[in-house]
């Protein structure tokens, strides 16, 4: 049974204020869990509550403070911490919005994932294990999916594309792709400071973009891919995250860096060209949210070649993720537990993803903390693949390394993240 919430303000990897959310169960169980924050959201997803206003650049959330102390306190006082989705229902009911904006994305997210650690430290079980008991029974060590370079809304836009990333379908452990990546982040950091192009790096860690055109960063990552003495397309592939709604203007898509603008035929017709020249494995919101006709002729194109991973086109929506389905647009969705506002509705999520066939990948937002929750997540859930950003910075080698000790507990076999998807890629 809940006894009490408690909520302070702590601080994200922007220095941005986020909301904390303790739960006490009677009988001494706690959970802890802080809300992350994206910079590239969906116009669909939860949104978080922010007081507004000139201080703190209007980004305080003593509202949402307010909020868990009180109303949401008061609504899940008594109710049963292993019946999540009974709190789910609970905190859904209470909000009663489309978007989560009344009691706030970040207020009801921090809820929800610290009711689901209290329920699991009354259960004397790790997080991914609870995880698994509850929801499916298996659990996994996923594929992890990780930044080299930076770009979009998290480097200024300094080049349009946000994820230039790679993946190592081809390793045998989570422990032997982390290594295979380190050399490879490595490696391109070099290459940028013999170019003199080592700048810092941007939001999650990946190195600073600058470069002449988005291709040049692909053709630098193949660089850093062979300079780290792998194949490229071997036991390394590239993936990327477009996130095309950042620079979609009225239908059209407008390349800042290359000074032009595309239509969503010619934005297709571009990316192909990519996949047809490098090693490209996975592709994430090619084009905008509400380009539905550009994403199915997408998927119609590649989707037999290429994971296409909807982010802000699905916001970890079931209904949406159905309605794709559907449409045939996309094959993979993006599980982020703050873009549905609950635990439960990400689980839904994702079990709707694999009604409908499609691959989940458990990811973090470009705000985010030391909280390793959605580690624990993507391993419970079985769902094979996670994506947290760069190598670098600890609020994302928090991810990874908790990874590592999951890896421990469940053993090295437990690492199935890359089987099926080197059966897609050279089957
Ligand atoms: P965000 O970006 O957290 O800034 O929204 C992450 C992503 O687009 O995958
Ligand atoms: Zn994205």
Redesign the pocket.
Known sequence: EIKSLQARRVWDSRGNPTVEVTVELEGGARGRAIAPAGA?RGTREAVDLRDGGSRLRGLDVQEALTNVNGKIAAALNGLNAEDQAGVDAALIALDGTPLKSALGGNAMVATSLAVLHAAADAAGAPLWKHVAQTYQGTASIPLPEIQIFGGGAHAGRRVDV?DFMVMVPGAGSFDEALEVTAEIYAAAGAIMSQKGRSVGVADEGGWWPVFDSNEEALETLVAAIEAAGEKPGERVVISL?I?ASEFAEDGRYRLALEDRTLSSDEMIAMLGSWINSYPIASI??PLAEDDRAGMCAFTKAYGDRVQIIG??YLVTNAKLVAAAAEDRACNAV?IKVNQAGTVSESVETLAAAWTAGYRGIVSARSGETEDVSISHLSVGLNAGQLKVGSFTRSERMAKWNECLRIQDELGENAFVGGAPLVDTWWG
Request: no cysteine; hydrophobic share 20%.
């Open positions: 590239s946000q995250d996130a994430e919101d982010d802000d993006l």
